[in-house]
Nanobody, 116 residues
Framework: QVQLVESGGGLVQAGESLRLSCAAS????????MGWYRQAPGKQREMVAQITSGGSTNYADSVKGRFTISRDNAKNMAYLQMNSLKPEDTGVYYC??????????WGQGTQVTVSS
């Protein structure tokens, strides 16, 4: 079955950086689109970034220019480099397998907390 395991979250101060990693198994990773989503307390889960199997990327307006999504097909890994973090970036970040633009499978999430 599909297994997505996120890592790399933590507590940082505003302006600092974090790199999230997602280890994927149970899918034909190189043929799958992948995405990162987040859920802040009291808010709905939202798309942060997506990357297609061909490497095309899409970002939420709120993170454009600060976050970079990437993938390593040889390692079945997806990454989210987050720079210039802001307190409003706080939330649980989820890795997802994406199909036709929509998340289909989820990881367990990793907490990111940005203090001001």
């Amino acid at each position: 079955q599909v297994q997505l395991v996120e890592s790399g979250g933590g507590l940082v101060q505003a302006g600092e950086s974090l790199r999230l990693s997602c280890a994927a198994s149970g899918i034909r990773f190189r043929f799958n689109d992948m995405g990162w989503y987040r859920q802040a307390p009291g808010k709905q889960r939202e798309m942060v970034a997506q990357i297609t199997s061909g490497g095309s990327t899409n970002y939420a307006d709120s993170v454009k220019g600060r976050f970079t999504i990437s993938r390593d097909n040889a390692k079945n890994m997806a990454y989210l480099q987050m720079n210039s973090l802001k307190p409003e970036d706080t939330g649980v970040y989820y890795c997802a397998e994406v199909f036709l633009g929509q998340p289909r499978s989820w990881g367990q999430g990793t907490q990111v907390t940005v203090s001001s």
